[in-house]
Structures are given as C-alpha cells and as structure tokens.
T-cell receptor, first 114, second 117 residues
C-alpha cells in the first residue's frame, strides 16, 4: 500500500545549522507530496507542497524537491532558527483518489538550540 | 489562527463517560475531517464529511460517533472509550474533499488532547 517513511527524531541542531529531514514514499500512480509543520500546542499547517516530479516546493526558507527516481521528498533549510522548533510531517495524497486520505509519516521533531 | 476552532483543548474522561468534541470552521469550506494523532504513530484519518455527507469512515470503532449538522460544524461523540483511545484529536477542513488529483490544502485546528482513565 501507499506509505511515507520519515527519519526518526528527535533532531537537535544549533541555530544557523543546515537541516535535512529525509522522507521517502511508496505509492502507485503520481501522488502530490507535502510537508506539514506542527508548532507546540497547535494543529498542523501546510509548509510546502509539490504536485509533480522535479517540482520544488519552498516556503519560509524551507525547500523540498519531488524526486520520482528516488521516491523522495527531503526537507532542507540552509540556516535554522529557534522558531523552527516543531514537528515536521511528510505526507502524500492517495493517488487512488480516496477522498480525504492524506497519508502522513510519523513526524520528526526538530529542536533548535540558541 | 487557522480559522478552525476546536473545543475543549483538553478533556479527561472515565471509560463510562459520554462526551463530545466540537469543531467549527469559519473558512467557508465544504469538507471536514477528524484525525487521531497518537505518540510515535502516523496521523490516522478517522472520518470525512463533504457537503455534510459522510464520505469516509476509516474502520473506526462505533464508540466514536461523528456528526456534521452543517458545513461549518463537526462533532465527535465519545462513549465507553478505552485507555488506548487517549490521543490528540485533530479536526481539519478544506474547500472540498481531497482526491488524488485535487491538491487541496488542509487547515487544522489545534486539537483536543483526550485522556481516558
């Protein structure tokens, strides 16, 4: 079945460090890919998305490129800030068209220290 | 503020209690969702409502009963829950129900942290 695998957390970085959170997926067809972020005490928010192969989603300094050949959608940021501390979720739409079925990974907790 | 409001923020209940979770969205969306977020597990989609009609029930036990009286409100009625039902319950909405080719954005509420004793 369709699934998303994220790197295990927690990830702890110093401010201004480079961030990579790995995400790989298994899917039939051509899913759209998403990164959602959950700040402490809040619900999930869409961070960025990509809808087809080689698309790059970007927002707030974060980037991720849809790599069909490696079935990956790794999240990167060149210089993290304390305010980036949150849980990050990789997700894909169900290419089978199941309504509302956004398949999420388990989440990766990021802690950025000053 | 995402436009999706959930109440209460925290709820503690015994296994014999009956309680309800409430979700309200002011975004003019037509689709609403309940998700369950448990520690170290992926988010689990529970129910989907599109134009007030339930379009998906993801094999959820009958002790969880959703209700969608209109496009702006969604409830989750709880009765005779088990301790393993303790989790963060997230409500979300979108303009229309998501399909594989309709790349909608989900707007989430802050969730209700439920503890079942």
């Amino acid at each position: 079945g369709n699934s998303v695998t994220q790197m295990e957390g927690p990830v702890t970085l110093s401010e201004e460090a480079f961030l990579t959170i790995n995400c790989t997926y298994t899917a039939t067809g051509y899913p759209s890919l998403f990164w959602y972020v959950q700040y402490p005490g809040e619900g999930l928010q869409l961070l960025l998305k990509a809808t087809k192969a080689d698309d790059k989603g970007s927002n707030k300094g974060f980037e991720a490129t849809y790599r069909k050949e490696t079935t990956s959608f790794h999240l990167e940021k060149g210089s993290v800030q304390v305010s980036d501390s949150a849980v990050y979720f990789c997700a894909l739409t169900d290419p089978g068209g199941s309504q509302g079925n956004l398949i999420f990974g388990k989440g990766t907790k990021l802690s950025v220290k000053p | 503020e995402t436009g999706v409001t959930q109440t209460p923020r925290h709820l503690v209940m015994g296994m014999t209690n009956k309680k309800s979770l409430k979700c309200e969205q002011h975004l003019g969306h037509n689709a609403m969702y309940w998700y369950k977020q448990s520690a170290k597990k992926p988010l689990e989609l529970m129910f989907v409502y599109n134009f007030k009609e339930q379009t998906e029930n993801n094999s959820v036990p009958s002790r969880f009963s959703p209700e969608c009286p209109n496009s702006s409100h969604l409830f989750l009625h709880l009765h005779t829950l088990q301790p393993e039902d303790s989790a963060l319950y997230l409500c979300a909405s979108s303009q229309d129900a998501m399909t594989g080719t309709f790349n909608e954005k989900l707007f989430f509420g802050s969730g209700t942290q439920l503890s079942v004793l």
